[in-house]
Nanobody, 130 residues
Framework: QVQPVESGGGSVQAGGSLRLSCAAAGYISKTRCMSWFRQAPGKQREGVAVTSTGGGATNYADSVKGRFLISQDPAKNTVYLQMNSLQPEDTAMYYC???????????????????????WGQGTQVTVSS
């Protein structure tokens, strides 16, 4: 089981950019996919972006399509979330999550079901001011 560790959060003005990093030692051999979720105060946790481990498939929430980009660097055991054109509604705690190998992409990863990941990071705060 991998243990994701997020970094890169911060405070930016609307229209700005941030890149989040998720360090997850051994993820390339242990996971089916790596996801980013977010949770704003008083709201449910929602999926933002997911990538199949090793690349080849991604999915994004409609609210971030065209603005966010998920990528990975297996050599660094790291998954990234590049966030551009940030808006105040993007303000949330962002979590990296791992789904173990053997799970199907369709139900384990693509649908952003928060019950599917086996491990979660501690989160990194993103605050966007208008």
């Amino acid at each position: 089981q991998v243990q994701p560790v997020e970094s890169g959060g911060g405070s930016v003005q609307a229209g700005g950019s941030l890149r989040l990093s998720c360090a997850a030692a051994g993820y390339i051999s242990k996971t089916r996919c790596m996801s980013w979720f977010r949770q704003a105060p008083g709201k449910q946790r929602e999926g933002v972006a997911v990538t199949s481990t090793g690349g080849g498939a991604t999915n994004y929430a409609d609210s971030v399509k065209g603005r966010f980009l998920i990528s990975q660097d297996p050599a660094k055991n790291t998954v990234y979330l590049q966030m551009n054109s940030l808006q105040p509604e993007d303000t949330a705690m962002y979590y990296c999550a791992a789904v173990e190998r053997g799970r199907p992409w369709s139900t384990g990863c693509f649908t952003f079901d928060p019950a599917q990941p086996n491990s979660w990071g501690q989160g990194t705060q993103v605050t966007v001011s208008s």
